[in-house]
């Protein structure tokens, strides 16, 4: 399968930004979804997951209550919603989706995942 994401930009704190990673290739429902970031000098870190339906999702902190990850199977896309923007969310953000066989299979790391779109570029000012 393969990603690509878009949607980034360059916004102030407080700002909100959605997120898009359009899938081909295969079927996009099979898949489990996550969002990963990485800030220049820093590792790769993971922002949010969801199962191949949508029906469960998991954050990290940082996003609880600011950031909404879902999907649209039937155009094979998914978002995050990123609400509230803060300078320290300023990193490259990358879709990536993991194979699965079951429902409830969610990935949180990133050795979890399979495949991965390029990233695309979150910049908040101050």
């Known amino acids: 399968v393969q990603l690509q994401a878009s949607g980034g930009g360059l916004v102030q704190a407080g700002d909100s930004l959605r997120l898009s990673c359009a899938a081909s290739?295969?079927?996009?429902?099979?898949?489990?979804l996550g969002w990963f970031r990485q800030a220049p000098g820093k590792k790769r870190e993971f922002v949010a997951a969801?199962?191949?339906?949508?029906?469960?999702?998991y954050y990290a902190d940082f996003a609880k209550g600011r950031f909404t990850i879902d999907r649209d199977n039937a155009e094979n896309t998914g978002y995050l919603q990123m609400n509230s923007l803060k300078p320290e969310d300023t990193a490259d953000y990358y879709c990536?989706?993991?194979?699965?066989?079951?429902?409830?299979?969610?990935?949180?790391?990133?050795?979890?995942?399979?495949?991965w779109g390029q990233g695309t570029q979150v910049t908040v000012s101050s």
């Open positions: 969801t199962t191949w339906s949508g029906g469960s999702s």
């Open positions: 290739g295969r079927t996009f429902s099979s898949y489990a």
């Open positions: 990536a989706v993991r194979r699965t066989s079951t429902a409830q299979a969610i990935g949180l790391v990133r050795d979890d995942y399979d495949y």
